[in-house]
Every structure is written in structure tokens, then in C-alpha cells.
């Protein structure tokens, strides 16, 4: 499958052969490029050397918990969606997945029809989205622990510039109006000046290129705003 140009790859990480093997041929059928592996390790690998546009994750692995990829790519503020399939069930056990950085959660056994519809419900998201992760370019917001990072390195952000920021990155490549940003930045009962919301972008602006942060925030004249990755000189997080 094609998504921007480019071929879909996917990275199917199960220890169960036979389950692994019907993954994977269900995925091909939908022209996804699929690797396949059945360790923490061999996985660490995978992920070194190449780029997935989705990783379908296991826990119960035999050299270690397949928790231990999510906690490292989301340490490295690495964007990419991860499906976690596990035999667990449990609400607990779901939602500390969920937190951790996981974007959607498969208890086995399922159809292989849900794991697809869940595949492309996961690709239809727009770039850099990914469970409480949004990334644009070399910024990463984390909208849970309300956090920033730009090339890496922690970036402290007014609540404002935060609320405004995260709301164009959640919106990245889209319009996005000046009223929706209103609505995310200021109660029903702020007292507001003309233009509140255009001071906010202004100084986000200056302490975005201040950081080096490789985002273009353009202004739609009378319209809003669109917030664009620079592709051209986009360095990984």
C-alpha cells in the first residue's frame, strides 16, 4: 500500500509462527510491505536499520517484554504508531499500555479482519500522530505528561504556546481556524483582546525558530493557520 508516495512498511513483532505468518500474509494481501521477527532483540534490529510506518507489537516475547520496544521508542520521542496485541485482557494492564505510548490494544485471539480495519484506522491518522505523542519535523509534544522537545531536547513552553502548538500539530498540513484555536487556548469566560490569539502565534513563532525547530506556523489571512514540517532541512527527533 501507498500512503504520500512511499510504500507502507510495516514490522510484525510475534514469537507464534503460525500467527505471525497469517499476519503477514493478510498484510501483503493489502500490498503493505511486511518484516517479520520474534524477539525484543531481533526487533531492536529491525528498527535500527530500517523505518515502519507501523509496528504491530506483541508482549509475551521469549528473550524479553515486548513493553520494553514501546518504553524505548517512546524515550527517543519516535512517533511511530504501535498496535500492541497480547492475550492480556485486563483494564488495567490496558489502560498502563495506553499510557506508556501505545495507540491501539488487540486481546488475542482476534480476526484478522479487526487487526486490518484497526491497521487502517491507524494509517488514516494524519503524519506524526501518535497516541499522546505529536510530532512535526524535529518537535515532539507530549500531550499527557504536558511536556516539549525540540531536536531532542526539552523545550519549555508557556501553557498558551503549548495549547496553541499542540493544536496546529494535531492539525498538521490542515487549516485550522482561528476560532478552533480560541477554543483550545481560553475558557468560555476569558476576557479576550482582538488579537489574543495572533500575540500567542507571534511569540511561539520567535521561540520555535529561537530552538531550532524545523516548523513553519503560516498565517491564512482572515482564515487561520497551517503548521508544515520543513522537509527540507528535517532532522529525526
Known amino acids: 500500500m501507498r500512503l504520500g508516495g512511499h510504500e507502507m512498511r510495516l514490522l510484525v513483532v510475534e514469537d507464534n509462527l503460525r ?3 497469517l499476519i503477514g500474509k493478510a498484510l501483503n494481501d493489502y500490498a503493505f510491505v511486511v518484516d517479520s521477527v520474534a524477539s525484543v532483540r531481533a526487533a531492536s534490529a529491525a528498527l535500527h536499520v530500517a523505518s515502519y510506518d507501523l509496528i504491530l507489537l506483541d508482549l509475551a516475547l521469549p528473550d524479553a517484554d515486548g513493553e520494553d520496544i514501546l518504553r524505548s521508542l517512546r524515550a527517543r520521542s519516535e512517533a511511530t504508531p504501535v498496535l500492541v496485541m497480547t492475550a492480556r485482557a485486563d ?3 490496558r489502560v498502563r499500555i ?3 505510548g501505545a ?4 486481546v488475542k ?4 479482519d479487526e487487526l486490518l480495519a484497526r491497521v487502517h484506522a491507524l494509517m488514516r491518522r494524519p503524519p506524526g500522530i501518535t497516541g499522546n505523542l505529536h ?3 524535529n518537535v515532539v509534544l507530549d500531550s499527557l505528561a504536558l511536556s516539549a522537545k525540540v ?5 519549555d513552553l508557556p501553557r498558551r504556546e503549548f495549547a496553541v502548538l499542540l493544536a496546529l500539530m494535531k492539525n498538521q498540513g490542515r487549516l ?4 478552533k484555536l480560541v477554543d483550545a487556548v481560553y475558557s468560555f469566560d476569558s476576557e479576550l483582546t482582538p488579537n489574543a490569539i495572533e500575540a500567542v502565534v507571534s511569540r511561539l513563532r520567535r521561540r520555535l525558530e529561537a530552538l531550532g525547530a524545523n516548523v513553519t506556523i503560516t498565517a491564512m489571512r482572515g482564515l487561520g493557520y497551517i503548521l508544515t514540517p520543513d522537509q527540507a532541512d528535517a532532522t529525526p527527533p
Open 19 to 21: 500467527l505471525a505468518t
Open 91 to 93: 483494564v488495567v494492564h
Open 98 to 100: 495506553l499510557n506508556e
Open 103 to 106: 495507540d491501539d490494544y488487540l
Open 109 to 112: 485471539p482476534f480476526s484478522l
Open 135 to 137: 510530532q512535526a519535523g
Open 151 to 155: 531536536g531532542g531536547q526539552p523545550a
Open 176 to 179: 485550522l481556524p482561528k476560532l
